[in-house]
């Protein structure tokens, strides 16, 4: 409010402003562009679209030179429910005629009452000489009047229009084309990503700067998946790790939290996993029309705070002769992808070791001829690496298959796979290999929006199956599910090194309800006013969404199912896989006892033991001796 008064004070002269009238071409006379400018309230613009789903219609002014907006005056067509249907609509300023370069400004948050005018203050510092409203879809681009206000001048770049809290990515592409495929490209995009409550801008418009789609299942929702390639590295956002190209945009559509991807993300960064994908919440702004709550994320790619491997020069290292020791042991980028057959020729494999193949996508190195040493090289190296693994039975000492797999690394991949219950989690499997390391290490999670009991085919899995999950889930191929079984339930070794890293993730890092329950509540406290906007865009909360098992009614129903899913799963867990004795460390918080047992949660705090939640906890008897009890 006092950012408006000082604004309105300093600019008292803020005029209404004048123009030519530009928009998009009328779906008849009656309804020109002129008609949002004549003062009349009953007569209205109202665009002519060609493709249903995507009209992008717009109407606007040519101011004729920049000018600083500090208010908009809007009314609704007063017809139907147009008024209803305009929520979301946003405004945008430019310099360009094309509005290649425009942002957005301003947005229709609430139904505004039909008949009259309503004023929505702008609040951004920058001065444009095109102006516009670009109507969210369903409204047709209708508007019944438009009136802008502020003053001339270019302004300065200390003020930017921030949708919510989150930050805001908006962008471009060449006369706002649709993104049509997942491989549909257009470069010549413009990025606009407005963080720090509008006070810091990225910008990025060059001939290479590229918008496409991404994903596989989730291409086929109505909200899309994006990619960003910048044409040049950008840190995204202030706190991100990498300097990339690329960047995603995930749209969680099927995942009525928006949450379950950062909530696994909390278990990989917890358990030290070797790479931890970034990702920070983000509203979206795609040609001008709000597309709802997204994940900003990294590409999972080869990167230096990425998938943190030496990335081999294909062209440096399959020339004649060559040195089989040296060059082409990497470093390598590897998925286990049930998906890998869509895959170019050269950018997947399939892996042989008695009868059925394991499809192999290769992340890195890109564009590899099948015939190429490295891919060759590749292909060999992963086969010893499935035969090693598949020679597991029980007597095997484990230390063994450490030639070719980091252990512990598979066991944290499995071990949040099963906690987060995603039935993906082998359908896709990302590992690494360095350069001159003979070992796989087994690193990022990703893609968990079936995770915590979203997926109707499993639900409720901590009832439905009385084991893992990942016997049940869905298989990148039967012979890589067997690997997975013959490292988790065939050999005492690897089971008993995967209790050891469980009761350390308990013990020591914050595998709790607590912990994550605040996660949660911050996460849905972070992104509150934006899932409003998000579900007001796709009305989805009484729908089943993909393989929705349940359709809940609201964000707030679906953020507590998480939590209940985890105290369910945490115990569930507990039981599998087995907690060992708790570690000394305990014998600081637990007081000596007197009397009767007492119980404590893993955080010491005494608990009372009439009503155990189910879960682990520390039983102390009355002779001082400590037990774990799981419940
Ligand atoms: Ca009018």
């Not at 305009?86 to 425009?102: M, P, R, T, W």
């Not at 918008?211 to 044409?231: C, D, H, T, V, Y």
Request: aromatic content about 12%; charged content about 25%; glycine content about 8%.
């Amino acid at each position: 409010m006092s950012a408006l008064a000082t604004t309105l004070s300093v600019y008292a002269d803020d005029a209404k402003l004048t123009g030519t009238v530009i928009g998009c071409a009328p779906n008849n006379n009656n309804n020109a562009a002129e008609k949002a400018f004549d003062g009349d309230l009953g007569t209205f613009f109202r665009g002519n679209y060609t493709d249903e789903n995507y009209h992008r219609l717009w109407v606007g002014l040519d101011l004729g030179k920049e000018y600083v907006i500090t208010k908009i005056g809007f009314a609704p067509r007063q017809d139907g429910d147009y008024a209803k249907r305009a929520v979301l609509s946003l405004f945008q300023g430019a310099n360009k005629a094309d509005f290649s370069d425009a942002m957005p400004i301003a947005m229709v948050r609430e139904e505004y009452s039909k008949g009259e005018m309503h004023y929505i203050p702008v609040n951004v510092s920058r001065g444009f000489r095109y102006v516009r409203f670009m109507g969210v879809n369903g409204v047709k681009g209708s508007v019944a009047e438009l009136e802008f206000y502020g003053h001339e001048g270019v302004g300065d770049d200390s003020q930017f229009f921030q949708i919510t809290n989150l930050p805001t990515v908006a962008f471009n592409t060449p006369n706002m084309a649709q993104i049509m495929a997942k491989d549909d490209k257009h470069p010549g995009s413009t990025v606009y990503v407005i963080s720090d409550d509008g006070k810091t801008l990225l910008y990025e418009a060059n001939p290479k700067t590229q918008l496409k789609g991404r994903g596989n299942a989730s291409w086929g929702m109505p909200k899309k998946p994006f990619q960003i390639k910048f044409e040049n590295k950008q840190q995204i956002l202030k706190d991100a790790p990498a300097k990339a190209k690329k960047w995603t945009l995930i749209n969680n559509h099927g995942d009525k939290t928006l949450m379950r991807n950062h909530v696994a993300f909390e278990m990989s960064r917890l358990a030290g996993m070797a790479y931890t994908p970034y990702l920070r919440f983000v509203d979206v702004v795609y040609n001008g029309e709000y597309e709802g709550c997204y994940q900003l994320c990294d590409q999972v790619e080869v990167n230096k705070n990425r998938v943190n491997i030496e990335e081999i020069d294909i062209n440096e290292e399959t020339h004649e002769p060559y040195d089989p020791n040296a060059d082409i042991t990497g470093g390598y980028f590897l998925e286990v992808d049930g998906y890998a057959n869509k895959e170019n020729e050269g950018e997947w494999f399939s892996a042989l070791h008695g009868g059925y193949p394991v499809p192999v996508t290769i992340k890195s190195p890109e564009d590899m001829l099948p015939t190429s040493q490295p891919y060759q090289w590749i292909k060999k190296h992963f086969e010893k690496f499935l035969a090693s693994t598949l020679s597991i039975q029980a007597k095997t000492d484990i230390s063994k298959i450490e030639d070719y797999l980091n252990i512990d690394s598979f066991l944290k991949y499995f071990i949040i796979g099963e906690l987060d219950g995603n039935p993906d989690t082998f359908w896709s499997t990302y590992m690494f290999k360095p350069r001159g390391v003979d070992q796989f290490t087994v690193a990022p999670i990703w893609d968990v929006d079936l995770g915590f009991d979203n997926d109707n085919r499993h639900y409720p899995i901590n009832t439905k199956y009385s084991g893992f999950i990942y016997e049940h889930g869905s298989q990148a191929s039967a012979k890589y599910t067997e690997v997975v079984k013959r490292i988790v339930s065939e050999n005492p070794d690897s089971k008993k090194r995967m209790k050891e890293i469980w009761s350390d993730l308990r013990y020591n890092h914050n595998y709790n309800t607590e912990h994550f329950n605040k996660l949660i509540d911050d996460a849905a406290a972070e992104i509150n006013e934006s899932q409003k906007l998000n579900f007001t865009r796709w009305p989805i909360l009484n729908t089943l969404v993909h393989q929705n098992p349940e359709a809940r009614g609201s964000f707030e129903a679906e953020v507590q199912f998480i939590k209940d899913y985890l105290v369910e799963r945490f115990a569930k867990l507990d039981q599998l896989i087995g907690l060992e004795e708790p570690p000394a460390g305990i014998d600081d918080i637990i007081a000596g006892p007197t009397g009767p047992a007492r119980y404590y949660n893993l955080s010491g705090v005494e608990v009372n033991a009439d009503n155990l939640t189910p879960g682990v906890y520390i039983k102390v008897d009355s002779t001082g001796s400590k037990k774990v009890l799981v419940k």
